[in-house]
C-alpha cells in the first residue's frame, strides 16, 4: 500500500516571499502520478499541480512548481511571490499508474501568508 | 468551465436515518468518485465507480454505503443507517480516464450526524 507523508502541519509565510512545503511518499512502483491539492477555508479541494513519475522535468504552473526526486520519492511544491489567497490546506495526494483509481493522499500543510 | 457540483452543503440528520448525498459529476466524464474527510484529518478514499458498478472500495466502504448512478447526471451516495462517526465532509469527484488520472473534486456536503 501506498502512503504520503507531510512533515509539516503548519507554516506561514510572509507576502510575496517564496515557501515550500514537503511531501514524501512510498511505493514500490514506478509508473504513478502525484498531485498537490489546495483546500481554502471554503473546503473545496483544488487541483494545484500534477507531475507524472515518468517524466524528468519538474511540473509548473504560474507561481507553482514542483521539486520532483523519484529515488528519493520526495515531491516539494514552490510557492513564489506568496499571495494572501494562497493561505489554505494543501494535500500532497499519490495515485497509481498500474491498477486502481483511488487517490491517497497525505495529513495535509496549513500555511499561512501574512501580510 | 465545468465543475463537479454536490448537493446539499450541509446535511444535519438523526443517527440512525438514513441520508443520500448528490453530485452531478463534469458531463463527459466516465469515473466518479467519494471520499469523505473527517474534520481535522487526512482526506480518505471511499469508492470509484466506473460503468455503472463499483471498481473499487476501501474498508470504510462497508455494507453501510452504497452509490448509484440512478440516471445520466447524477450520482448519489447513501449511508444507511448513519452513526455518529460518520460526521465529515463528503467529497464527490470525477474524472476523465485519459491517462492524466486528474481527478476534480465538487464543494463537498459536510453532514452531521446528531
Known amino acids: 500500500a501506498q502512503t504520503v507523508t507531510q512533515s509539516q502541519p503548519e507554516m506561514s509565510v510572509q507576502e510575496a516571499e517564496t515557501v515550500t512545503l514537503s511531501c514524501t511518499y512510498d511505493t514500490s512502483e514506478n509508473n504513478y502520478y502525484l498531485f498537490w491539492y489546495k483546500q481554502p477555508p471554503s473546503r473545496q479541494m483544488i487541483l494545484v499541480i500534477r507531475?507524472?513519475?515518468?517524466?524528468?522535468q519538474n511540473a509548473t504552473e504560474n507561481r507553482f512548481s514542483v521539486n520532483f526526486q523519484k529515488a528519493a520519492k520526495s515531491f516539494s511544491l514552490k510557492i513564489s511571490d506568496s499571495q494572501l489567497g494562497d493561505t489554505a490546506m494543501y494535500f500532497c495526494?499519490?495515485?497509481?499508474?498500474?491498477?486502481?483509481?483511488?487517490?491517497?493522499f497525505g495529513g495535509g500543510t496549513r500555511l499561512m501568508v501574512k501580510p | 468551465e465545468p465543475e463537479v457540483t454536490q448537493t446539499p452543503s450541509h446535511q444535519v440528520t438523526q443517527m440512525g436515518q438514513e441520508v443520500i448525498l448528490r453530485c452531478v459529476p463534469i458531463s463527459n466524464h466516465l469515473y466518479f468518485y467519494w471520499y469523505r474527510q473527517i474534520l481535522g484529518q487526512k482526506v480518505e478514499f471511499l469508492v470509484s465507480f466506473y460503468n455503472n458498478e463499483i471498481s473499487e472500495k476501501s474498508e470504510i466502504f462497508d455494507d453501510q454505503f452504497s452509490v448509484e448512478r440512478p440516471d445520466g447526471s447524477n450520482f448519489t451516495l447513501k449511508i444507511r443507517s448513519t452513526k455518529l462517526e460518520d460526521s465529515a465532509m463528503y467529497f464527490c469527484?470525477?474524472?476523465?480516464?485519459?491517462?492524466?488520472?486528474?481527478?476534480?473534486f465538487g464543494p463537498g456536503t459536510r453532514l452531521t450526524v446528531t
Open positions: 469527484a470525477s474524472s476523465v480516464f485519459t491517462g492524466t488520472y486528474e481527478q476534480y
Open positions: 507531475q507524472e513519475a515518468y517524466k524528468q
Open positions: 495526494a499519490f495515485i497509481s499508474g498500474n491498477a486502481g483509481n483511488m487517490l491517497t
